[in-house]
């Protein structure tokens, strides 16, 4: 299989927070430039750096920053051999009501041609070892972005302490997105399409932007498509609907997807991260 992707970096950066007076609720603000819907404020590195042991085991503690992860490491994180079943258990979750997903939030910034859509999502533990998932994905639709060498669509995903709304990690979540979607569409075709399980099958995609890339990368790893052989393309303008009608229609997004994901991305980096020694 022969793919290749293109496209500029988008760096969001999350503030450094002072420790917070308990009793009080918690606030996570982030600032976005509103000319390429960009986050401006830069992390203080020597506590929130995602690249040490240290920030693994910090970001556990009370009264400290919350862990930086980039789009790099995010993907450097997921893998389609536990993403797919992690998304298939969060299906058969929203379908026994055990999640709490609300419309999603959609504003209108039309003097920059804009839109920013949130998507809060919880998940209940499962059975006595599991552990509950809180977060919450935010995205920024900029039309005018191209001109400016920058994705239109951006997103980025809080997750939180379920025991005390604590933020955990910040995570850039272009590629959340992509994988999550990549891997709801595995499910969906497994349990869908009879001959899931058969060989030699031959992919087709309609359209060609990035989530083509990753639909293709997504089913050569999950399912036995023929060997030595491209996914088959088909682009066309009039395949694709407006995106801001097609955001208004979807009142309720699957933002479950994206916690459960962003779960997985961030308890792998523990266990990567586990046999670290503490800072001093």
């Known amino acids: ?7 500029k970096r988008h760096q969001m950066y999350h503030c450094k927070m002072n420790d917070i007076p308990k009793g009080l609720y918690l606030v996570t603000v982030i600032l976005f430039s509103v000319g390429v819907n960009s986050a401006v404020l830069k992390p203080d ?12 085991i910090s970001s556990t503690q009370p009264n400290q920053p919350p862990l930086f992860l980039s789009d790099e490491q995010v993907r450097d994180l997921l893998d389609w051999e536990s993403l797919v079943p992690a998304i298939e258990s969060v299906m058969v979750k929203v379908s026994k009501k055990e999640v709490i997903q609300p419309a999603r939030l959609f504003m209108r ?66 590629e959340i997105t992509k994988w999550r979607t990549a891997a709801a569409s595995v499910v969906a075709t497994k349990h869908l399409f009879g001959r899931s399980g058969d060989k030699d099958l031959v992919l087709a995609i309609m359209g060609s932007g990035a989530q083509a890339y990753i639909h293709a990368k997504a089913f ?4 036995k498509l023929k060997k030595n052989s491209d996914a088959a393309i088909y682009s066309h303008s009039s395949i694709f609907s407006d995106s801001e009608a097609a955001a ?23 266990a990567q991260h586990s046999n670290c020694s503490s800072p001093q």
Do not use: W
């Open 1 to 7: 299989m022969k793919l290749k992707s293109s496209g």
């Open 45 to 56: 590195n020597s506590t929130m750096s995602s690249s040490t042991c240290g920030s693994a």
């Open 109 to 174: 910034i039309p003097e920059v041609n804009g839109v920013l859509l949130s998507m809060p999502g919880y998940i209940k533990r499962t059975g006595p070892d599991g552990e509950d998932s809180l977060a919450i994905k935010v995205v920024t639709s900029f039309t005018d972005n191209k001109v400016k060498g920058l994705p239109s669509v951006l997103a980025t995903v809080l997750l939180y302490n379920t025991d005390n709304g604590k933020l955990k990690v910040v995570m850039e979540g272009t």
């Open 220 to 223: 050569h790893a999950s399912l």
């Open 248 to 270: 208004r229609g979807e009142l309720k997004g699957m933002a479950t997807e994206d916690v459960i994901t962003a779960k997985l991305i961030y308890d792998k980096y523990q």
